[in-house]
Every structure is written in C-alpha cells, then in structure tokens.
C-alpha cells in the first residue's frame, strides 16, 4: 500500500477527530487468548455472559472475519478538567464516571469511523469493517500493539500523551498496511491504580476480577449489590475512575477538545436528593442521548441509595423514605439499607414497623430485619 495513502489516512483521522491512530497486523499473542481464558474459568466476567458466549471469537479478529489482515487503531481523549477523585468526596452528590457525564462515545466514533472507513475503501479499493466497543474484539491489545500505549495493571490503555483517558475504535480491513511501533510497558514498579481500588477488585496486576469492580457492580450487575461492597462505593452511582484517576501517567492528560465529551455541568455533581426523585419517564429524559440511560432507572436508583446511605447526610433519609413502597424490589431494598445507615436504631425501628408487615420481597425484608447484613 503506498505511503502516500498511510499519510493521508492518518491526517484525515486527525482532520475527523481522532487524537491517535496506529496500525497492526490482527493476530495477537496467545498469552492473550490464555489471560482470557483464565478470567472466564474463574468467572470473573459475572453476568456478563455474552464474554463467555463469545470467547472464542475474542481471541482472534479472525475469528470474527477471517478475510482481515490490518487494524487500524483509532482513539479519541476525553480528559476531564480537574481531578475526579475529588468527586469523591462530596457525600451528598452523585459520582458519574468520566466517560458517561455528556453524549455516548458509541455514537460519536462510530459515525466518525463509518466516515474514515468509507474514505479508505474507496481510496484503497480494499474491504473494511469497522467496530467500536459493542463486539467481540480485544480493542485494548490491539491498540497496544498498534502502538497507541500500552495495557497499565489496570487493564486500561495508558498512552503517554493521553493518559488513562482514551476511547477505542478500529477498522479491520484486507489492505495491507505498514505497522506502526509497539510500546513497551512504563508502568514500572508503580501500583497506584491496584492499590486505590475500593474494592480490592484487583486479583494481582493485569488481572481485574469484574465482579469486585464498582464499574461493573452499577452497571453490568443488576441484583441487590452485595454487603461487602455498599459502603466502599461511597458516591459512585454509575461506574468508578479510581484506578485511571491515580495514575502517574495522567500528568501529561489533555482535556477533552470534542464539545459532545466535555462534562454537562448538571452531572458533574448532581444532587442525591434530586437523582432519587426520578421516575422512569424523568430518568430517561435527564439521561437521554447518555450512556447512563441504558442501565435502567431502577439499577440507577439502586445504585443512588447506597450513595445516600454513605452520605452521612441525615436529611436525605426522608428521600429515601420515600421510595419505601417503590415498585421495584430492587429499590425498596436499598431504600431501606439506607435508612439503616442514616437513622438511629429507635427511628429506624419505627419506621420498619409501619411497613415490614406489608413487604412480601424475601430481599427487602431481610433488609429490615438485618439478615442480609
């Protein structure tokens, strides 16, 4: 493929853009397809079964379309402005994960790399298809391979221009291009990002058990979040940047340029008492166009519940008094949780005897006789 095309190609993802672009061949190292393996055996994927319904499409792109023979690696920033970990320390707003505090990234790359995809193939007279984050392809290798940075102990993307703040997407084509230069791994000695999770969600560096990980609990899990993990969470409502946020590498981090990825400031810090308040209807018109919509407004209060019961604020007891005779098991279940939190034991106790009688959800009675404790 001549270089001239390659040149083009990387400014007019720029020009689209893109903050970085690299390029790879689309076999990966079997000790990849072995660490998959490994997570899945220990069931460390969760509820999120389609990892094992697709893993062995996982392991090689390939498998996905054998007819592939170049990854294009694209990647978009999305640094915050100041320091997340702040966020969390104020008890009585809601923390929303960088990534999900404006419009959904799926949206924004996708149309982006339909773009670059169809200039390539008219250009290269090559097949492409394209993918962002929503099929069975190991992004985080092969933009590592790609040269776009490396996989930090997190599992993350660390890129030394970028940081931890990094969307994905690629473009599988049949072109063969020249490769960009792989990375090596700069993560050191450091152990910040395992060191900082809440949960202790880290089995050992590069290795993330999903189930531990506040990401995963409010958002991919949707059951009654174990008791173990409620009061670590503290404000975090939807996802955790703990482990990206700590890392060294971010002082070189560049605040997001994209419009549609700079923070909206009503869910910079929104108030717990307001989130609670949400019906359906008025969840899905706060969260319209964000990725938070998708969890559902009952996971969503859920997850605010445990926030307010780590509040410390007694006066967001009676919000969550509120939702006591919630239609949702879910969130009657962690209304009462934190009740327990906030209350004394006398005015806790009065308010389980108005409505423990009437409560037929094995889950939210064993919240108010302390069984699930």
């Known amino acids: 493929m001549p270089e001239k095309l390659l040149q083009e190609l990387k400014q007019r993802a720029s020009t689209l853009g893109f903050d970085a ?3 790879c061949d689309v076999t990966l190292a079997p000790e990849i397809s072995e660490h998959l393996d490994d997570f899945v055996a220990r069931s460390w994927h969760g509820e999120m079964k389609w990892m094992k319904d697709t893993l062995e499409r996982r392991k090689s792109p390939k498998a996905m379309w054998n007819d592939a023979v170049t990854a294009i690696m694209l990647a978009t920033n999305y640094g915050p402005d100041n320091d997340p970990l702040l966020r969390t320390q104020l008890k009585s707003t809601g ?16 149309g982006r790399l339909k773009q670059l995809a169809g200039w390539f193939a008219s250009r290269s007279g090559q097949d492409v298809k394209v993918f962002v984050d929503t099929a069975p392809l190991l992004e985080k ?22 940081g931890s703040w990094l969307f994905l997407g690629s473009i599988l084509t049949t072109a ?10 700069r993560c050191g000695s450091c152990d910040a990002c395992l060191n900082i999770c809440p949960t202790s969600a880290f089995a050992g560096p590069y290795k993330l058990e999903a189930r531990r990980c506040i990401s995963y609990l409010t958002i991919e899990y ?67 166009r964000s990725p938070v919509k998708r969890i559902g407004r009952n996971k969503f209060v859920r997850n605010v519940l445990i926030a307010i019961g780590n509040s410390q604020d007694v006066e967001l007891a009676k919000h969550a008094k509120k939702l006591l005779a919630d239609e949702s ?15 004394d034991d006398g005015d806790f106790a009065r308010i389980r005897d108005r409505y423990y009688a009437g409560e037929t959800a094995a889950s939210v009675r064993q919240e108010w006789d302390g069984s699930a404790l």
């Open 176 to 185: 063969n291009l020249a490769h960009d230069q792989r990375q090596n791994d």
């Open 21 to 23: 672009v690299g390029i």
């Open 141 to 162: 290798p092969l933009a590592a391979k790609a040269g776009l940075g490396w996989q930090g102990k997190h599992t993350n993307l660390v890129s030394g221009d970028f």
């Open 222 to 288: 949707g059951g009654h979040i174990p008791v173990e993990f409620r009061q670590p969470m503290g404000n975090r409502i939807y996802g955790c940047d703990d482990c990206l946020a700590v890392c060294p590498w971010n002082k070189f981090a560049q605040k997001a340029k994209e419009e549609k990825l700079i923070a909206r400031d009503d869910l910079v810090a929104p108030g717990l008492d307001f989130l609670s308040g949400l019906d359906d209807a008025a969840f899905r018109s706060f969260f319209s």
């Open 95 to 110: 923390n929303i994960s960088v990534y999900a505090l404006n419009k959904d990234y799926h949206d924004l790359m996708k």
């Open 329 to 343: 098991e879910l969130v009657r279940a962690m209304a009462v949780w934190a009740i327990r939190q906030l209350l």
